[in-house]
């Protein structure tokens, strides 16, 4: 069976080391937030300005004034702090935080990501912190569908989308498996229970390894 | 010396067409509302916004895009679920977009401020949104020029000032206001209170040196 996006969430929840400092991309990788284990004392960052979020409010407590880089009401945990956007992004761009997980469109065998645009020319191109997140994180990490709804591989020798970064990412978590970016090109970590390496191979568009 | 004003035209007089305007906020969060009512009614046309978003709905800075007054928008996501003024004029090629990456739109703002003539950043390099520009290698990585980017006025909401025009913000309405305060040629500052005795020092996030006029305003 392939993993739900809440499995996904948890298995890369493993991953986050203890007492990280961690940014969750808008879209997939905020359920990351639910799965972690609280005794990892890990801290969340917010591009918008804020270090330590919490859980959403209660319904009444909402704060206009407190929300996330999706626009949503947060709160924040013991220890927070607030900073202007020149600090927050010297903390991402500057390699102090440790992980960002990042939601994927296309990911190439040599890392590069693409997640901001699909090339579409009818609405407004919009781009965020994404590519600064990309640049400047420790470790980059994608969480995505394996492949599309037409069921196309997203992992791919070069991506056709537009770039957000070159040569970032460091491991991609699909429904189907685990894979680290090496030098030597992508390296299958682990599978989905129930499939294996031919499958995963014949549904990723560039050459996979296996120790 | 900072000017407090009485009204929110009083404190956006002088401003004409053709200015280049940075409005501060984070989605809905330290936006100058009051300063930007004042802006629609004041009439200036053919604006250049500089702002993260485009506005939401019916309200503030997408109100100026609705009644045509902008020009161009520079802004890293013009896309925020609402912002159909900006996304409707846009589509019908009636105002230009520069989009940068948030981070860049930050530091540009900054080099501005700090007169810097640009900076070398790692953002966006062999991207769509680094083509030509002029690029370097620095320790084997590759790194992008950006330009400063000033603006003759700078729109600003903050939670307190005093009366030497020192500011503190709250929560995450912070965001670009700090950095904008200090890169306009001229920087408004709308309150939600004044106080009557000086901030501690201590505590001070932007210094009243970059803050020209104050009025209060509590939308809240």
Redesign the interface.
């Given at each position: 069976m392939p993993r739900t996006n809440e499995e996904i969430a948890a298995r890369i929840a493993e991953d986050i080391p203890t007492g990280a400092y961690i940014n969750l991309g808008i879209g997939l990788p905020v359920l990351i937030g639910d799965a972690l284990d609280p005794d990892k004392g890990v801290i969340l960052h917010?591009?918008?300005?804020?270090l330590g979020l919490g859980a959403a409010p209660a319904p009444g407590a909402e704060?206009?004034?407190?929300?996330?880089a999706a626009?949503g009401y947060v709160t924040v945990n013991r220890g927070a702090a607030?900073?202007?956007?020149?600090e927050?992004?010297a903390m991402?761009?500057g390699g102090h935080l440790d992980v960002t997980v990042l939601g994927g469109l296309q990911v190439s065998a040599s890392g590069?990501l693409a997640n901001w645009?699909t090339g579409e020319t009818?609405?407004?191109?919009?781009?965020?912190?994404?590519?600064?997140l990309a640049?400047?994180t420790k470790r980059v990490y994608v969480m995505m569908k394996h492949v599309t709804r037409e069921g196309a591989p997203k992992i791919v020798g070069g991506c056709t989308y537009?770039?957000?970064?070159?040569g970032v990412v460091t491991r991609i978590y699909t429904d189907l498996a685990t894979i680290d970016v090496t030098p030597a090109g992508l390296r299958l970590v682990d599978c989905a229970p129930g499939h294996g390496f031919e499958e995963i191979a014949r549904k990723t568009d560039a050459p996979l390894l296996i120790d | 010396m900072v000017l407090i004003c009485e009204a929110t035209s009083e404190a956006l007089a002088g401003i004409g067409d053709g200015a280049t305007i940075m409005v501060g906020g984070?989605?809905?969060?330290?936006v100058p509302f009051g300063l930007l009512d004042a802006l629609l009614e004041g009439g200036a046309r053919d604006l250049t916004i500089i702002s993260?978003n485009?506005g939401q709905e019916e309200n503030a800075l997408a109100l100026l895009f609705r009644e045509r007054r902008v020009a161009k928008l520079v802004a890293?996501?013009?896309?925020?679920s609402g912002s159909i003024w900006?996304?409707t004029r846009?589509?019908a090629g009636e105002v230009a977009?520069e989009?940068?990456?948030?981070?860049?739109?930050?530091?540009r703002i900054?080099a501005a401020a700090a007169g810097l003539g640009g900076f070398f950043?790692?953002?966006?390099?062999?991207?769509?949104?680094a083509e030509g520009k002029e690029t370097r290698m620095i320790d084997g990585r590759?790194y992008v020029l950006e330009d400063p980017l000033p603006a003759d006025v700078a729109l600003i909401r903050a939670e307190e000032a005093d009366a030497w025009g020192n500011l503190r913000?709250?929560?995450?309405?912070?965001?670009?206001?700090?950095?904008m305060a200090m890169a306009g040629r001229l920087t408004i500052v709308e309150i939600r209170r004044i106080l009557t005795e000086p901030i501690d020092p201590e505590t001070v996030?932007t210094p009243g040196i970059f803050v020209d006029r104050l009025v209060v305003h509590d939308h809240?």
């Amino acid at each position: 069976m392939p993993r739900t996006n809440e499995e996904i969430a948890a298995r890369i929840a493993e991953d986050i080391p203890t007492g990280a400092y961690i940014n969750l991309g808008i879209g997939l990788p905020v359920l990351i937030g639910d799965a972690l284990d609280p005794d990892k004392g890990v801290i969340l960052h917010s591009e918008n300005g804020v270090l330590g979020l919490g859980a959403a409010p209660a319904p009444g407590a909402e704060d206009p004034e407190l929300i996330n880089a999706a626009k949503g009401y947060v709160t924040v945990n013991r220890g927070a702090a607030f900073f202007d956007q020149c600090e927050s992004f010297a903390m991402m761009r500057g390699g102090h935080l440790d992980v960002t997980v990042l939601g994927g469109l296309q990911v190439s065998a040599s890392g590069d990501l693409a997640n901001w645009s699909t090339g579409e020319t009818h609405r407004p191109p919009a781009v965020g912190g994404a590519m600064d997140l990309a640049a400047g994180t420790k470790r980059v990490y994608v969480m995505m569908k394996h492949v599309t709804r037409e069921g196309a591989p997203k992992i791919v020798g070069g991506c056709t989308y537009p770039l957000t970064g070159v040569g970032v990412v460091t491991r991609i978590y699909t429904d189907l498996a685990t894979i680290d970016v090496t030098p030597a090109g992508l390296r299958l970590v682990d599978c989905a229970p129930g499939h294996g390496f031919e499958e995963i191979a014949r549904k990723t568009d560039a050459p996979l390894l296996i120790d | 010396m900072v000017l407090i004003c009485e009204a929110t035209s009083e404190a956006l007089a002088g401003i004409g067409d053709g200015a280049t305007i940075m409005v501060g906020g984070f989605g809905l969060a330290g936006v100058p509302f009051g300063l930007l009512d004042a802006l629609l009614e004041g009439g200036a046309r053919d604006l250049t916004i500089i702002s993260n978003n485009a506005g939401q709905e019916e309200n503030a800075l997408a109100l100026l895009f609705r009644e045509r007054r902008v020009a161009k928008l520079v802004a890293s996501y013009p896309r925020t679920s609402g912002s159909i003024w900006f996304e409707t004029r846009w589509q019908a090629g009636e105002v230009a977009l520069e989009l940068v990456p948030q981070g860049t739109l930050a530091e540009r703002i900054r080099a501005a401020a700090a007169g810097l003539g640009g900076f070398f950043t790692p953002t966006g390099y062999g991207t769509a949104l680094a083509e030509g520009k002029e690029t370097r290698m620095i320790d084997g990585r590759g790194y992008v020029l950006e330009d400063p980017l000033p603006a003759d006025v700078a729109l600003i909401r903050a939670e307190e000032a005093d009366a030497w025009g020192n500011l503190r913000y709250r929560a995450t309405a912070r965001n670009f206001n700090p950095v904008m305060a200090m890169a306009g040629r001229l920087t408004i500052v709308e309150i939600r209170r004044i106080l009557t005795e000086p901030i501690d020092p201590e505590t001070v996030v932007t210094p009243g040196i970059f803050v020209d006029r104050l009025v209060v305003h509590d939308h809240r």
